[in-house]
């Protein structure tokens, strides 16, 4: 694995084509601007694979439920 830098952290799901799974704590999720999440969830409809990890047993609502995008 490969920490990101966050400045860099792309608005189009290409700038994502090299990873096959990305991790992000709910924090890491909710300082993502939408363009960065829109292209996190359009990167998913092409084939990555994303994993939100959440304190407690209920996915907070705010985060995006499992599924396809795109």
Do not use: I, N
């Not at 990101?4 to 792309?10: A, H, K, T």
């Not at 799901?13 to 292209?39: I, S």
């Not at 407690?56 to 499992?66: Q, S």
């Amino acid at each position: 694995g490969t920490a990101l830098e966050w400045e860099f952290y792309p608005s189009d799901w290409r700038g994502l084509a090299a990873f096959d799974l990305l991790v992000f704590t709910a924090r890491e999720w909710r300082a993502l601007d939408a363009g960065q999440r829109t292209a996190t969830l359009d990167w998913v409809a092409q084939g990555g694979d994303l994993f939100l990890a959440f304190e407690g047993e209920t996915r907070p609502a705010d985060l995006p439920t499992k599924g396809s995008y795109g």
